[in-house]
Nanobody
Framework: QVQLVESGGGSVQAGGSLRLSCAGS????????MAWFRQAPGKEREEVAI???????SYADSVKGRFTISKDNAKNTLYLEMNSLKPEDTAMYYC?????????????????????????WGQGTLVTVSS
């Protein structure tokens, strides 16, 4: 059974930093892509960052230059380094994994289909940024 467990959320002031982690286990196959999504109250879940098996990354325009996605394959852990945080970054942050699709297309598939393209999700970790 796949398990994704996020940690590292918390409350910070605007301009601060946080590092989220996501420990994964039980994958039926090695994920093609891993991703971070977020969902603010009253809003849809939105893509934040994606990393594929080769280490290529993509980011939402709203976080480019401030957030960095990375992974440690040996530890089966995904990270999201968040700097220069803004109040609008306040949300529940979820990590997710995709393994059922075509590996070379996972990033464009997630960008096109959003949350429905992912095969497993964590329970989320809350990030609150105050002004």
């Amino acid at each position: 059974q796949v398990q994704l467990v996020e940690s590292g959320g918390g409350s910070v002031q605007a301009g601060g930093s946080l590092r989220l982690s996501c420990a994964g286990s039980g994958y039926p196959e090695t994920p093609n892509c891993m991703a971070w999504f977020r969902q603010a109250p009253g809003k849809e879940r939105e893509e934040v960052a994606i990393i594929d098996s080769d280490g290529s990354t993509s980011y939402a325009d709203s976080v480019k230059g401030r957030f960095t996605i990375s992974k440690d394959n040996a530890k089966n852990t995904l990270y999201l380094e968040m700097n220069s945080l803004k109040p609008e970054d306040t949300a529940m942050y979820y990590c997710a994994a995709e393994w059922a699709g075509i590996s070379t297309l996972c990033m464009v598939t997630i960008q096109a289909l959003g949350a429905s393209a992912l095969d497993a999700w964590g329970q989320g970790t809350l990030v609150t940024v105050s002004s």
